[in-house]
């Protein structure tokens, strides 16, 4: 992203979109919002961060957002504003399309630019806003960050239209400089592909996975190392077997051991069950119940018949089996509420998997059958 972020500046041309996907609690909002950090810190980026779901208008959601950077650029000075003119017209417009009824001042009048940004079509008057605010931006020598959370979970009429503005700005001869990064569930890229199917071309797909030994080694012992606090080997051991590489569990755990330790400087093996123990019951209340407490009579039936796969993906024909149905068909409707929910996603045709690493652990210590 440095890189990525850096070359845009220098060419003051956008990118390849970058879409960041895995499961939930590897760290990918915080990634998006450590990104969108470091870009507002360096003083040339405009950056809005927006969370998608499906009973959120995409097109509003980006107005809003759009409209507080587009304020703070302006506050600084006669420059930016004679330069954003024309923007702050086709912004009106885009405005005035996706939500008429919304307040947005700029502290002058502004008319709404005709011919641009208000044809009613999202993708078409997204394209025409992203563009004449990029070239704004281009004469201040800045860019446009655009920063979209569970994107998967933005209605599908809008990924199409997302995914349609984004490779027109992108087919430019001198694409404008703004860039797009979004996150979300595996799910993401075939969501993506199904809304438009040259999707799987327009982006840049990255995963973020779980955590090696060594990597969660480092997770726990650097902070301890930093307050002077050192890990006896066989506590450290536990505590990484425990994690098994999960980045939520992993951060509940040291959080949980630092506060049961019984010595200022060291971490021991005692003090490591304590902790693990602790984090796991956080856990467990937090994350893993509340969602099972979520779940049908029905959809906790196919969750306990995925568990016996682990963490998965099971297939769909084994959970027809295991379930007792007849047909794949029998399934399709809790199948697709989980989904919807967000609890599983299918990593391939036929299969199904947990979208929290741990549930089939959690499933099988927890709950009776």
């Known amino acids: ?49 927006i969370e998608a779901s499906a ?7 980006i107005a809003r957002e759009l409209h507080g950077a587009l304020r703070s650029t302006l506050s ?15 912004f009106k417009s885009f405005q005035m399309s996706v939500d008429p009824g919304g307040t947005y001042g700029f502290g002058v009048e502004i008319a709404p630019e005709a011919g ?8 078409r008057d997204l394209e025409d806003l992203l ?8 004469e201040l020598d800045q860019a446009l960050l655009l920063l979209v959370d569970e994107l998967q979970d933005a209605p599908r009429n809008d990924l199409n239209a997302l995914n349609l503005a984004l490779h027109a700005l992108g087919q430019e001869p001198h694409p404008v400089p703004v860039m797009m990064v979004g996150t979300g569930l595996p799910s993401l890229p075939a969501v993506l592909a199904d809304a438009t199917s040259y999707a799987e071309r327009l982006y840049d797909y990255r995963r973020l996975d779980l955590l090696d030994d060594e990597q969660t080694r480092i997770a726990l012992t650097r902070p301890a190392e930093r307050s002077g606090v050192t890990w006896v080997s066989e506590a450290l051991d536990r505590a990484v077997e425990a994690i098994a590489g ?19 400087d060291e971490i021991g093996l005692e003090d490591a069950e ?24 029905k959809q906790r039936e196919l969750l306990q018949a995925m568990a016996e796969d682990g963490d998965g993906p099971s297939a769909i ?3 027809v089996t295991r379930t007792g149905k007849r047909r794949t068909s029998d399934l399709s409707v809790s199948r697709n509420e989980l989904i919807k929910n967000g609890h599983v996603f299918a990593p391939d045709r036929g299969f199904l998997a947990f979208t929290v690493p741990g549930m089939a652990d959690f499933i099988h210590r927890t709950v009776t059958t």
């Open 131 to 138: 563009r004449e605010v990029g070239l704004a931006f281009r």
């Open 317 to 319: 024909q084994d959970l």
């Open 76 to 90: 600084m000075g006669e420059n930016a504003r004679a330069r954003f003119g024309r923007a702050l017209r086709v």
């Open 1 to 49: 992203m440095d890189l990525s972020l850096a070359q845009i500046l220098a060419d003051s041309e956008g990118d390849r979109p970058i879409v960041i996907s895995g499961l939930r609690g590897v760290g990918k909002t915080v990634l998006l919002n450590e990104i969108g950090r470091q870009a507002r810190e360096s003083g040339r980026w405009a950056v809005i961060k």
């Open 246 to 264: 999960y980045p939520y569990f992993a951060q509940a755990c040291g959080k949980h051991v630092w506060d049961v330790r019984s010595l200022a």
């Open 274 to 297: 304590a902790g693990v123990l602790r984090a796991r019951d956080e856990v467990d209340q937090g994350l893993y119940q509340s969602r099972w407490d979520r779940a049908t009579p």
């Open 116 to 123: 641009y940004a208000d044809s009613g079509a999202f993708e």
């Open 55 to 61: 009973g959120r208008n995409l097109g509003q959601a």
